[in-house]
């Protein structure tokens, strides 16, 4: 039987795979932000352990940062969040792209943007939107703050293999519908948890 992309970008990620226990799968790119990394920072810290590859990790001042006037617009919190990423992004050796380089900006739209987002590569972030990079063929999901710090530290990320799920859509779109609305359809249809673990 014939393979999907999901499926043959996966395979080609696995380091370690046992039956019964998630895969081993190796990460291409690794983007972090200063919401989902202080902790982890931390975590690597206190253990003694230290970022593998740096290179592979792309960090950017993303979620706190104010429209106008800098790091010290932005409130308490997220001043403090991004002073720690400035400090764990020179720690670890991870480029940033912080408040005032032309580079910085939204997490999930600067690795198109730069080029680093590339069909075939496995994607993790701390971050709600990460799947959005599956546009342009890559296998890509949101991380928590703990597998952030497992990301960090191994370039690895155990995973269970998704169950499969196959959608047929037949006919013509009427003027003025566009694939959103087909999605959105396809939702209404079947709920919002239909594809999940899939």
């Known amino acids: ?25 190796y990460v291409d790119l690794h983007l972090i932000h200063e919401v ?19 290179d592979l990790t792309l ?12 790091l010290e617009a932005a ?8 002073r ?12 940033l792209y912080g408040m005032g380089s032309r580079r910085q900006g939204i997490v999930h739209v600067i690795g198109p943007e730069l080029g680093l987002t590339q069909p075939g590569m496995l994607i993790v972030c701390g971050g709600s939107h990460t799947s959005t990079h599956g546009a342009f063929g890559t296998l890509a999901c949101g991380i928590g703050s703990s ?24 006919g013509e779109l009427p003027i003025g519908v566009v694939a959103k609305d087909v999605v959105l359809g396809l939702i209404g249809r079947v709920g919002v948890a239909a594809g999940q673990g899939r």
Request: glycine fraction near 8%; include cysteine; proline fraction near 9%.
């Open 75 to 82: 409130d308490e919190v997220g001043r403090l969040q991004l």
């Open 147 to 170: 597998e952030v710090e497992l990301v960090l530290a191994t370039q690895t990320l155990p995973q269970s293999r998704p169950k499969q799920m196959a959608v047929t859509i037949e």
């Open 84 to 95: 720690a990423l400035e400090e764990n992004c020179r720690w670890a050796g991870i480029k």
């Open 36 to 54: 989902t990394t202080p902790q982890a920072f931390e975590s690597l810290r206190m253990s003694g352990r230290r970022v593998r590859p740096p």
């Open 1 to 25: 039987m014939p393979a999907t992309l999901a499926q043959k970008i996966w395979d080609a990620h696995v380091v370690r795979g046992s039956p019964g226990e998630p895969d081993l799968l």
């Open 59 to 70: 960090a950017t001042m993303d979620h706190n940062t104010p429209t106008a006037g800098g």
